[in-house]
């Protein structure tokens, strides 16, 4: 599949390796911070900064790329209807059974709550409110963000690769 890949921190470059990985071709990389930007500068790979990833500019030269999927990985832009009509648009998102919106560990970490996740949902309008395409569960030790983001980092491939598989054979 073509993909376009909107993301950062850990947890995007990671998914961002493992789309590569597995085969895909990845036709643009939005950063949303120097961990992802580098490296995908560092692979060749087309990266592109708009100000607003949601511009009709941008949109036109996404729309170009004939990418099959956009995939967002710990975004920090609202994808507005004009993207999420163009592709089929997946977020990657820790906990969402439960902890909808910013900052999901924290929440987590508050309640005392053991059970983390990685789901993967098709992005709608509403924000963190589409269905869920796949969604993998890991009993947690840690009790601190970045150590639950380290337990959680491999289940962020898991549930890609499960979420490639269910496109693959829709």
Known sequence: ????FY??????LINLLATIALGHKVVCVVPVDQVVESVALKMGLNVKKPKNINSDDFVDHLEGLGA?????CHG??????????????????????????????????????????????????????????VENFKE???QTEVG??????PVYVETLIDVFYKINNM
């Open 7 to 12: 993301g950062g921190r850990q947890a995007g």
């Open 1 to 4: 599949m073509k993909i376009i």
């Open 140 to 142: 947690i030790e840690s």
């Open 68 to 72: 099959d999927l956009f995939v967002c």
């Open 148 to 153: 639950v983001y380290n337990e959680l980092y």
């Open 76 to 133: 920090r832009q609202i994808i507005r209807s004009r993207i999420l009509k163009a592709f089929k648009c997946v977020n990657f998102h820790p906990c969402l059974y439960k902890y909808k919106g910013a900052e999901p560990i924290k929440k987590l970490l508050a309640e005392g709550n053991k059970k983390a996740s990685v789901a993967a949902h098709w992005m709608t309008e509403t924000v963190d409110g589409g269905e869920v395409i």
